[in-house]
């Protein structure tokens, strides 16, 4: 049998404490305790068993930040299936994609989203059941609400399958334009999770609070070692900078997660809206998705407790890789810190040589407990992205004398803008269906809002007339929003070599020079 569930080990541990808290502006604040939330959890866990989803199986959620995703995240863990969090930014089309490819036989969706469901249901053939929560299911769907109602509150008893380890998939975009799903099994290496916590200094009296989506593997992963902790979590339902400020003043938040367009969008607030909410309760605001800027972190520290700022390098396939740490903050400008506890970092040439000098780029390789275990589906991928244990997702780093990393560009042409993952040859290939459009390329350009922003040079068909205002509402019929275009400019030829490669460096150039590198 599995071990000791940890939600079941702190429901009879500390059954009256506060487990979660769903407050919502201009709604009934909903509470749960330890006890009260691990028995609605085994009851959707049993509800899950009854509809066929057991070890191994794919299980889709589909939802805002709420008491009801997180709840599928346990109840999915409880019975060993595979949790596969659904970005709901992405347009129906994409979203088909993710549900066809994961295999999923099960969703579980927020009513909010059961239009869009409705709409894909008759393209996604494997999925026996659509699960509906917080709301009226639609046509050819079930009530996720009464199916707990009527399901028991005992602890599931499942058979490990293969493995032993329950299951997480997350969807990245790979190079190729369509997401991958990187598979992880268990909840990662012990020993290096303990020596991050008492790094960071975690406690099980903290009290965070959810600061963007949970479908992302940073806020959705922090959020979960919260509850592992035993922590109370404040889940805000979509973002909001001022509301964002009432609840850490009003649940005396002491950690959180965050990519850097939302603290920014806190920075930015008018001083006098600030000045109305007391945050010096924060002790630990931990800072990665993508890089905040060195504006930003000084912005952040004239506004919140100066040695709360923490900064972690990482991403869905390697977990955490480094670590800065408050002191160096101001110290290390540009820096994303040291190796995280028992991870070994290495960089390489572009010969596969170590790289073992200080100032020298190369690309960033870990090794580590917490690594994914394969591309689903795609094991060949995850086969040339490693050297022996060492793994990589294309990051080009250096190191100075002290040991502190320093990223400074990403060998494959991934956009991070707002946190979100973003790669070009999706964006060219949607783009190259427009009838106007003879060639195109796509890259990111600085943002300081969102530390990249989209940018397409596009070569128009001869004798076309193509606007951007044209090419950008295009883009939205085929693209999730976050991957549309902001800017584009019109040139008569697009660079490449002789072997056909688009020379994005050519292109970047005039707007990343002056920076002090491609990676804000």
């Known amino acids: 049998m599995a071990p000791p569930d940890i939600l079941a080990i702190h429901a009879a541990r500390t059954p009256d404490k506060l487990a979660l808290i769903d407050d919502r502006p201009g709604e009934a604040v909903a509470r749960l305790t330890f006890d009260e939330f691990n028995r609605e959890v085994n009851r959707l866990a049993h509800a899950f068993l009854e509809r066929g989803v057991g070890w191994d199986a794919k299980l889709v959620w589909f939802g805002r930040n709420s008491i009801g995703v997180i709840r599928a995240m346990h109840a999915a863990r409880k019975i060993g299936a595979t949790a596969v969090p659904l970005n709901y930014r992405l347009t129906p089309e994409e979203a088909t994609y993710v549900i066809d ?26 999925v026996r059941d659509v699960v509906v929560f917080d709301g009226q299911p639609g046509p050819d769907m079930l009530d996720g609400d009464e199916l707990i109602r009527g ?9 490990p399958g293969e493995g032993g380890m329950a299951a997480t998939m997350i969807y990245t975009s790979g190079t190729t334009g369509k997401p991958k799903g990187a598979l992880r099994r268990g909840l990662g290496d012990r020993q290096q999770v303990r020596r991050m916590v008492e790094y960071i200094g975690y406690t099980a009296d903290d009290i965070y609070l959810t600061t963007g989506p949970l479908y992302h593997s940073g806020p959705g992963g922090f959020m979960l070692l919260a509850q592992n902790l035993g922590n109370t979590v404040v889940v805000q339902r979509k973002f909001d900078a001022e509301d964002w400020l009432r609840l850490v003043e009003k649940y005396a938040i002491t950690t959180t997660f965050s990519a850097p367009t939302p603290l920014r969008m806190v ?95 190369g690309e960033l390789f870990a090794r580590s407990k917490t690594i994914f275990d394969t591309y689903y589906k795609a094991h060949d991928q995850y086969e040339r992205e490693r050297r022996g244990e060492f793994h990589t997702v294309g990051d080009i ?51 300081e809002e969102w530390g990249e922003s989209v940018h ?65």
């Open 151 to 159: 399901a028991s509150d005992a602890e599931p008893e499942v058979e």
């Open 397 to 447: 780093a250096t190191f100075d004398e002290e040991g502190f990393f320093f990223i400074c560009d990403r060998k494959k042409d991934m956009i991070i803008s707002g946190g979100m993952n973003i790669y070009p040859a999706e964006i060219e290939a949607s783009l190259e269906h427009h009838p106007k459009v003879l060639d195109v390329a796509v890259f990111g350009i600085p943002s």
């Open 456 to 520: 397409a040079v596009v070569v128009a068909r001869p004798g076309e007339a193509l606007s951007q205002e044209e090419l950008v509402a295009f883009a939205r019929e085929h693209l999730a929003g976050f991957k549309v275009p902001r800017s584009v400019s019109f040139v008569g030829e697009i660079p490449r070599t002789g072997s056909g490669k688009i020379l994005k460096r050519v292109l970047r150039e005039p707007y990343w020079r002056g920076h002090q590198s491609q990676v804000l």
């Open 101 to 126: 490819h994961c295999d999923a036989t099960l969703i579980y969706a927020d009513a909010e989203f059961v239009a869009v469901l409705g709409q894909i249901r008759p393209e996604i053939p494997k």
């Open 267 to 361: 920075c930015n607030l008018p001083a006098k809206t600030k000045a109305k909410y007391d945050c010096r309760s924060l002790k630990r605001m931990v800072a990665n998705a993508a890089p905040w800027s060195f504006a930003l972190k000084k912005a952040y520290l004239a506004d919140f407790p100066e040695d709360s700022l923490w900064e972690v390098y990482g991403s869905t396939e390697l977990g955490v890789n480094t670590i800065l740490a408050p002191q160096d903050q101001l110290r290390k400008p540009g820096s994303c810190g040291k190796p995280s506890p028992t991870v070994e970092l290495k960089l390489f040439d572009e010969d596969g040589a170590e790289i073992t000098q200080p100032g020298v780029p």
